[in-house]
């Protein structure tokens, strides 16, 4: 289980399901960019604005690289929700920038994914291609988008 986190541009998805009831939520439509970052062995992701990590791998990542805060609440709830969307600011983005910064200063490897099936030492970092994911595509919805924020589900 996990999540899959869209960045982009967030619009109301309007519901009359329970009539008369009226509930609406927003969401992130998914896109691929042709400028956007690839990785080795991340056929899944692609150049595309959707990463689904599982649950325990985005939290490990948030914590190592300094992150929590623009994706936990001080209850370590995702802000959001889950299943839910949460504004981009351009703050966020900031954090998401110094944050790669900090990480490529002491990284040792390119980014990427090591395959399935490898065993040897290794050969990519996956924080840094994550990192690297994460701030194109911020810094994309910021410069891109009406309504820029990061959906999950």
Not at 79 to 108: D, F, I, N, Q
Not at 114 to 125: H, I, Q, T, V
Request: hydrophobic letters at 30%.
């Amino acid at each position: 289980m996990g999540y899959t986190f869209t960045i982009g541009n967030a619009k109301p998805k309007h519901h009359k399901d329970d009539f008369p009831y009226l509930s609406a939520e927003w969401d992130v439509e998914g896109m691929t960019h042709p400028y956007a970052p690839t990785f080795p062995n991340d056929e899944m992701t692609g150049n595309s604005n959707q990463r689904s990590p599982s649950y325990s791998v985005w939290s490990q990542f948030c914590r190592e690289v300094g992150l929590s805060s623009i994706f936990y609440d001080e209850r370590g709830h995702l802000l959001g929700s889950h299943p839910g969307c949460y504004g981009l600011t351009p703050e966020m983005v900031a954090e998401v920038s110094t944050a790669l910064a900090r990480w490529k200063a002491k990284a040792t490897l390119p980014p990427g994914f090591e395959g399935w099936n490898y065993e040897g030492p290794p050969r990519y970092d996956y924080q840094l291609a994550r990192l690297t994911w994460l701030d194109w595509w911020c810094r994309w919805a910021i410069e891109n988008c009406e309504t820029p924020a990061i959906a999950n589900y």
